[in-house]
């Protein structure tokens, strides 16, 4: 059974940094796709960062790109968003996301995610 847990959450100022986790169990096959979604009260759930198996494949939502990275650790079976610069519309919950599915160009989020973490409150006051 596929277990995936985020951690790294909390509240901060707007400009500050904040770096999320996701460590992930159970899965029996590699080249798989890891990606952080994040959901708004009142708004859709969103894609906003995907790595590839290699970590050579990112994609990142123009709202994040250029203030979030996203990494992995295959042998550690985890992945970190580092968050800089952040803004009060970055609050959401963010979810981990796996995909069986390799990741090569175009729109990650499209990808069919199929194990999900229970997510990680992020909270950006102003």
């Known amino acids: 059974q596929v277990q995936v847990v985020e951690s790294g959450g909390g509240g901060v100022q707007a400009g500050e940094s904040l770096r999320l986790s996701c460590t992930h169990s159970g899965l029996t096959f590699d080249d798989y796709t890891l990606a952080w979604f994040r959901q708004a009260p009142g708004k859709e759930r969103e894609g906003i960062a995907c790595?590839?198996?290699?970590?050579?494949?990112?994609w990142y939502a123009d709202s994040v790109k250029g203030r979030f990275t996203i990494s992995r650790d295959n042998g550690k079976n985890s992945m970190d968003l580092e968050m800089i610069s952040l803004k009060p519309e970055d609050t959401a919950m963010y979810y981990c996301a796996i995909s069986q599915k390799k990741y090569a160009s175009g729109y990650c989020p499209s990808l069919p995610f199929n194990a999900w973490g229970q997510g990680t409150q992020v909270t950006v006051s102003s």
């Open positions: 790595i590839a198996w290699n970590s050579r494949r990112t």
